[in-house]
């Protein structure tokens, strides 16, 4: 069956870091995966979106590039801030069944920025 | 409405009552989405809806579990003689269709507490 695997959490990074949150999947067919986001109090929010391999999402600052070669969909942005800190979810939606079924979700990282 | 509406947004009830959890999802969107979140178990995916019909209902965790889509729009989700291993988020989405690569857009979930 289909498997999200992301980096464990909490990730603290100082204000203007660099951030990576590794994404790997297990698939089949061609799937696509997204991003989502929860910030403190708030429901899931969809961040970014690929559709196939080689394309990249971006939003915000944040991207992600899907990768067939390495089944991956790491989610980095170049400068992050205090409002960034949040719950960050990897996700695919597969291709099997017409992609019907629902999203499969990774455990979710919690992202938390210090000024 | 103008996003995924979900009520209550709390119950707290007994072990053994039943419970009835609503959605209503983003007008013109025909496709519905139920999830659980939990401590333990991450974001679950329970079932979809392609219009009024559910196609699978294998990822509904017991037959204590069942969900109804009337007249395209307002979903239910029915917890009979609940136990406190429900205890979680239920989350609703909707996207326009079904397809793999149609982002899903989130409600802010009904936070289920058994006693």
């Known amino acids: 069956g289909n498997s999200v695997t992301q980096m464990e959490g909490?990730?603290?990074?100082?204000?203007?870091?660099?951030?990576?949150?590794?994404?790997?999947?297990?698939?089949?067919?061609?799937p696509s995966l997204f991003w989502y986001v929860q910030y403190p109090g708030e429901g899931l929010q969809l961040l970014l979106k690929a559709t196939?391999?080689?394309?990249?999402?971006?939003?915000?600052?944040f991207e992600a590039t899907y990768r067939k070669e390495t089944t991956s969909f790491h989610l980095e942005k170049g400068s992050v801030q205090v409002s960034d800190?949040?719950?960050y979810f990897c996700a695919l939606k597969g291709s099997s069944g017409g992609g019907a079924d629902g999203l499969t979700f990774g455990k979710g990282t919690h992202l938390i920025i210090q000024p | 409405g103008a996003g995924v509406s979900q009520s209550p947004s709390n119950k707290v009830t007994e072990k053994g009552?039943?419970?009835?959890l609503r959605c209503d999802p983003i007008s013109g969107h025909t496709a519905l989405y139920w999830y659980r979140q939990s401590l333990g178990q991450g974001l679950e995916f329970l079932i979809y809806f392609q219009g009024?019909?559910?196609?699978?209902?294998?990822?509904?965790?017991?037959?204590r579990f069942s969900a109804e889509r009337t007249g395209g729009s307002v979903s239910t989700l029915?917890?009979?003689?609940?136990?406190?291993?429900?205890?979680?988020?239920?989350?609703?989405?909707?996207s326009l269709v079904v397809g793999s690569n149609q982002p899903q857009h989130f409600g802010d979930g009904t936070r289920l507490s058994i006693l």
Request: some cysteine.
């Open chain 2, 52 to 63: 009024n019909s559910a196609p699978d209902k294998s990822g509904l965790p017991s037959d």
């Open chain 1, 85 to 87: 800190s949040a719950v």
């Open chain 1, 52 to 61: 196939k391999a080689d394309d990249k999402g971006s939003n915000k600052g």
């Open chain 2, 17 to 20: 009552k039943d419970v009835e």
């Open chain 2, 78 to 94: 029915t917890i009979q003689r609940t136990q406190q291993e429900d205890s979680a988020v239920y989350l609703c989405a909707s």
């Open chain 1, 10 to 30: 909490p990730v603290t990074l100082s204000e203007e870091a660099f951030l990576t949150i590794n994404c790997t999947y297990t698939a089949t067919g061609y």
